[in-house]
């Protein structure tokens, strides 16, 4: 395994591989490696011959205000887990590396799918995502690319900006990895105290209880949310910023659930917001 | 010589290419090729394997009012013109194929530089561009592309985000092919009526006048833009949109000259809007 922190070597890299034929799998991160992400690596590492594993935090989608300086950061140990999934490449670039001070160059959407959800409460985090992954595709130029399930709006994002912008390289979902208590792995749990730990679980257990309500025929958006607001209330020290049902392709928030829908919450646990969804 | 119409034919085109180890070189062009195209054509010819001419007028670069519906169109010219220049493909798509209904994603830019010059009396002109010339990019993957000087503002901010995106391609300009008289070549000279043609070689003339006053050593930009507005207004029926120095990088306005610098304007002459730069 190889760690590549400039851009240029990395697309020298990617050109060497392209002329002998290869293909090249692709798992963007923001490092602090849990079982989440090695399982997007795991899907990966079965499609291409040359596995890139990016490691960058981006700060161009964090907000004033949010946990950029403090977002957990453990180099040394995200790369002995890339070593153990025969990751070939760790491409991990400085923030001056990727932004140099003249950059003014940024991807963004009209329209509401950047506006619903998170995008309501983290204005500019979209930008900052579909910014930071349009470079990340040019520099690794990609076959495929895998994303998680868990960030769904993020994915349903990146569909659409491929999509759009006609990036050749196929976009795969991995299904979320939660620990055995149904808690959604992510790398903002390390921020969690034993006992707002202990009450986690709850997101998830008031998704299941929306799927058995729609499974049970319930279509009333509003009564699904209400009684997963009601559970999630008496379950401990939450603060909900948005629980919300949106179609599954287009997140237009959906009234009468018909189709696909994707059940989706963020809520504050103390001082860590943490999100969750299913798609029923 | 080919002619490709759909997106997914020409990206598999494009990877057999690049597995056959071949080079591509692009010429965006909105067609209605003139000597111009021509020359960048020839550029291109030159340094790659395999050489892709676009032809599409980029509905979204042109605001309401403008030429989009009269923009001049010749497809049968055109591909004479691409087959005697050896061109590989013409990749012609249809406005649908490029911007599906639900197409939402667009580039675009912080910062003065699309803001200066045409930005400022097209707004949205530069996102249009920047937009169209992304998907273009990721539908050819070419290894260079060839812009014409002519459109300085557009090769800067397309140099621009091809930095800020990582592009893996590099961009080359093309110098302006002018008329006999001086006239810079461009589709839109076609509007022209006899008698306006006659007065157009005005605009070079005033550039070439800016020149010689730079080369005896002005350097107040308010001086010199001010005898090119007096030489322009003398000359025939012109309506001046803007005459301005600025620093041939970075389109920052200059009021004293001590750089490589840009002297560009944008004059209508009748209902046609002609524009013309030099770099001195």
Chains 1, 2 share one sequence.
Do not use: W
């Not at 290869?22 to 997007?40: A, C, D, N, Q, R």
């Not at 070939?88 to 329209?111: L, N, Q, R």
């Not at 034993?194 to 929306?210: C, I, M």
């Amino acid at each position: 395994m190889q760690v590549i922190e400039k851009i240029s070597d990395m697309q020298s890299y990617v050109r060497k591989c392209k002329l002998d034929g290869k293909t090249i799998g692709f798992v963007p991160t923001m490092g602090y490696l849990h079982e989440g992400h090695l399982s997007l690596v795991r899907i990966a590492r079965k499609r291409c011959d040359i596995l890139v594993v990016s490691i960058f935090v981006n700060p161009t989608q964090f907000g004033p205000g949010e946990d950029f300086d403090k977002y957990p950061r453990d180099f040394g140990r995200d790369k002995k887990l890339c070593e153990q999934e025969n990751v070939d490449i760790i491409f991990a670039p400085s923030v001056e590396e990727m932004y140099p001070k003249d950059s003014v160059t940024y991807v963004d959407m009209a329209g509401e799918m950047t506006k619903v959800l998170c995008g309501k409460y983290r204005p500019g985090h979209f930008r900052g995502v579909m910014t930071v992954v349009s470079k990340l595709f040019n520099i690794v130029q990609p076959d495929i690319a895998v994303f998680g399930r868990k960030d769904g709006q993020q994915l349903a994002v990146i569909r659409r900006m491929v999509s759009d912008l006609n990036f050749p390289i196929e976009i795969i979902g991995g299904e979320t990895v939660r620990e055995s208590d149904g808690l959604a792995m992510s790398s903002r749990n390390k921020y969690l105290t034993e006992e707002q730990r202990k009450s986690a679980p709850a997101l998830y257990k008031s998704l299941l209880l929306a799927k058995t309500m729609i499974e049970n025929g319930e279509t009333d958006s509003s009564k699904i949310v209400e009684r997963m607001r009601d559970y999630i209330s008496n379950s401990g020290d939450f603060k909900i910023q948005y629980i919300e049902i949106e179609d599954a392709g287009t997140l237009v928030p959906v009234d009468k659930i018909r189709n696909k829908v994707m059940i989706a919450l963020a809520v504050f646990l103390g001082e860590t917001r943490l999100i969750d969804n299913i798609v029923v």
